[in-house]
């Protein structure tokens, strides 16, 4: 009966990961820099190419940083979750997905990343890491690499 209700546990919450990265999707679709910093854990590892998904870590959580990120687009980019896994362990949880930003950039605006400048549309490569902290999963680990064409 233990493992039974372990599985029904570690099911529920890989669903709910689950949603909360697709909410995390829907909330850089939107723009919506106060709910992405707000999803940080305190002292969270960035890695990637442009907040949220930053190299500096700690920057992805301070709303005004994420919402000059913003600014710097004509639009908020179009972004899709490919191929997503959720993992999870008790209070942890990984998920892997193979994402997609469509850039919708008008003329007169400055690029807001010189990787994807050249590009209409990217592959990431996206690995979060969600710690569950007072009942709370918070995103602990963001890991994004640029895929290759």
Do not use: N, Q
Request: with cysteine.
């Amino acid at each position: 009966m233990i493992e039974h209700d372990l599985a029904e546990a570690t099911e529920t919450d890989a669903i709910e990961v689950g949603w909360l990265v697709a909410k995390r999707a829907a909330a850089i679709r939107a723009g919506d820099a106060e709910y992405l910093a707000s999803r940080y854990a305190p002292g969270a590892l960035t890695f990637g190419f442009a907040p949220p998904c930053s190299a500096i870590a700690g920057a992805a959580s301070d709303v005004v940083w994420v919402r000059d990120w913003f600014d710097r687009m004509p639009h908020p980019p179009r972004y899709a979750i490919g191929a997503l896994t959720v993992s999870v362990a008790g209070d942890l949880a990984f998920c892997h997905s193979v994402d997609e930003v469509r850039d919708r950039r008008a003329t007169g605006r400055r690029a807001w990343s010189a990787r994807l400048a050249r590009r209409r549309r990217t592959r990431l490569d996206v690995t979060l890491g969600y710690s569950r902290i007072d009942g709370v999963w918070r995103l602990s680990v963001e890991r994004v690499l640029v895929l290759a064409e």
